[in-house]
């Protein structure tokens, strides 16, 4: 099965910057996106941002203008570059790659171990 493993997280002041990266190995499902979760405590995870197999790329609307997703598909690695640090961006960070059924977009593999993300107020 598919191993995701996200790495890029910390702690940044409001308004800061972080790059998250998160790499997929073993076996890799089919797929037709790439994405990137938060989960704040006690909550669900959230996709925030999402890069379709053909670069389309679509976010939440609480992140659109501030997020960016970008992958690279030889090594396998999807980004998400966060500007414009907000305190309710802090949050544990996934990635995963996505099965879309109509209009409705599935996490398709097994969650790693996240990255965390720290916005203090």
């Known amino acids: 099965q598919v191993q995701l493993t996200e790495s890029g997280g910390g702690l940044v002041q409001p308004g800061g910057s972080l790059r998250l990266s998160c790499t997929a190995s073993?076996?890799?499902?089919?797929?037709?996106?790439m994405g990137w979760y938060r989960q704040a405590p006690g909550a669900h995870h959230i996709l925030v941002a999402s890069?379709?197999?053909?670069?389309?790329?679509e976010y939440a609307d609480s992140v659109k203008g501030r997020f960016t997703i970008s992958r690279d598909d030889a090594k396998n690695t999807v980004y998400l570059q966060m500007n414009s640090l907000k305190p309710e961006d802090t949050a544990e960070y996934y990635c995963?790659?996505?099965?879309?059924?109509?209009?409705?977009?599935?996490?398709?593999?097994?969650w790693g171990l996240g990255t965390q993300v720290t916005v203090p107020s």
């Open positions: 995963n790659v996505i099965k879309q059924i109509g209009t409705e977009k599935h996490a398709r593999g097994p």
């Open positions: 073993g076996t890799i499902p089919s797929f037709d996106a």
């Open positions: 890069i379709s197999n053909g670069g389309r790329t």
